[in-house]
């Protein structure tokens, strides 16, 4: 099973900074199957990234992924008001399919 | 538009059984495989089971393997989860997804409530 593991836990930070997102994997995972997700309280999850770094539809593009192999990172350019919220990494290239634990990206 | 609505969810016993009910609509319900996802309480997420298109196909994880089953209806454009021998470790909201591409999921439901409490 692939581990994967995000840091850091939470993340506190202002509209307008930069946040970067970290998720590691016990093992590689192709480029071709990892996904990030963004979650707000009572909402399902909404897919942000796949591919390791192509944005899904109407994902704006201070959204991008960085990285391959075992070590991923998000960023997020400039932080608006709409994009403090969990964001988890996926990947979906082998079963079980598995998640991170999450990034908690709050308002300081 | 893309519509998943889950149904089903509830409080259970231990030891007890639900059926989950997922209800699809806004794209062809026949030429996708689904899955199953379910987030405890303030946790995280956690990938269940999954089904291809014409439901010849199943996959588990090893916590619910002989526990529960996932089905489908194509006619109905319904997804399913049966779940039996609930346990409180299973308390969970559950969300059906579709399967875009890969095992890649793009759309979710908004998820139904499973507690299991006596």
């Known amino acids: 099973e692939v581990v994967l593991t995000q840091s850091p836990g939470t993340l506190s930070l202002s509209p307008g900074e930069r946040a970067t997102l970290s998720c590691r994997a016990s093992q590689s995972v192709g480029s071709s199957y990892l996904a990030w997700y963004q979650q707000k309280p009572g909402q399902a999850p909404r897919l942000l990234i796949y591919?390791?770094?192509t944005r899904a539809t109407g994902i704006p593009d201070r959204f991008s992924v960085s990285g391959s192999g075992t070590d991923f990172t998000l960023t997020i350019s400039r932080l608006e008001p709409e994009d403090f919220a969990v964001y988890y990494c996926h990947q979906y290239g082998s079963s079980p399919f598995t998640f991170g634990p999450g990034t908690k990206v709050d308002i300081k | 538009e893309v519509q998943l609505v889950e149904s089903g969810g509830g409080l259970v016993q231990p030891g007890g059984s639900l059926r989950l009910s997922c209800a699809a609509s806004?794209?062809?319900?026949?030429?996708?495989?689904m899955h199953w996802v379910r987030q405890s309480p303030g946790k995280g997420l956690v990938w269940v089971s999954r089904?291809?298109?014409?439901?010849?196909?199943?996959t588990y994880a090893d916590s619910v393997k002989g526990r529960f089953t996932i089905s489908r209806d194509n006619a109905k454009n319904t997804l399913y989860l049966q779940m039996n021998s609930l346990r409180a470790e299973d308390t969970a909201v559950y969300y059906c997804?579709?399967?875009?591409?890969?095992?890649?999921?793009?759309?979710w439901g908004q998820g139904t409530l499973v507690t299991v409490s006596s």
């Open positions: 591919g390791a770094s």
């Open positions: 806004g794209f062809t319900f026949t030429n996708y495989w």
């Open positions: 089904i291809n298109s014409d439901g010849s196909g199943t």
């Open positions: 997804a579709r399967v875009w591409f890969g095992e890649l999921v793009d759309y």
